[in-house]
């Protein structure tokens, strides 16, 4: 990729406006899909996005926003979906231009609901996408330290090394370091398993439990990490890099995480409609939870998983959160 490569954000939440901010410290101008006209019309005008990272100013000269996602999609050369992945399909649907030629890059944090296949597999095989063309973000980043600028990590997975390292090149700044993995699938994995575990952190803090069960419930989800992924991509990697312990860390530990945030919630004794509506975000381990657990359930030799069990049973099976975690912490070490 050349640096005439044109990028372009898809989504307008958190991560997505800090993709941006990212990327406008390497490009003269960026492509952004939302949904919103409201949205639209508030950055043009205010210079920040109004529901999310407000306080993240943009050089509106850089940016070409649009609400028609084909004008977006046709336009960039890198397309950056980071639209959650409850939400994706709908929008996807609405895609008539050819994005066979494009550079797909996944920072979607779950899989796609309605298929079960991971983002990068749906766009290969209903965008005739080649995998060489695909690539995933991981972290460990939360948005709203990009927004503070305080020191983040990022790993870009592709199949092509290229590809990989001219995104990891777009998106690095002083306060962003990046490497590059050719990992995707394992990555993409990592990224959907996180979120269920932070769900699991919040809904053990929620309870009570102290920081002494929260590192043993973290060591067993790095190996329950492990087990899933190898079951699903088998292939020579470091589960103690950042893009899976790492990004698992942050994700369970950090106040900033929506995720253990809304696990909080559901331990404190809110029920799942209700916590989803006071957080007025979308906790990506919410759908990832049925998705891992369909997705083990379908194999023939199943892996052993009693976290992502134990927290589908509490969102999904409405068990009572106290004793499936007290059960929970017998099948822990």
Known sequence: MSNTTKYAVFGAGSWATAIVKMLCENQDEIGWYMRSVYTKEHILKEKHNPSYLSSVEFHTEQLKLSNDINEIADWADVLIFVIPSAFIHGELEKLSTDISTKTIVSAVKGIMPETGKLVGEHFHDEYNIPFENIAVIAGPCHAEEVALERLSYLTIACDDAKKAQAIADNLSSDYIKTKTSDDVIGIEYAVMLKNIYAIAA??????????????????????????F??????????????????????????????????GNMIGKGYTVKSAQMEMNMVAEGYYATKSAFELNKKNKKKTQLPIINAVHDILYEGKDAKKVFKKLTDKLD
């Open 202 to 227: 919040g809904i053990a803090h929620g309870l009570g439990y102290g920081d002494n069960f929260q590192s043993v419930l973290m060591s067993n989800s790095i190996r329950e990490m492990k087990r």
């Open 229 to 262: 992924i190898k079951k699903m991509h088998k292939m020579k990697r470091n589960i103690n890099n950042s893009a899976y312990l790492g990004d698992l860390l942050v994700t369970g530990y950090s106040i900033f995480s929506r995720n253990r945030m809304f």
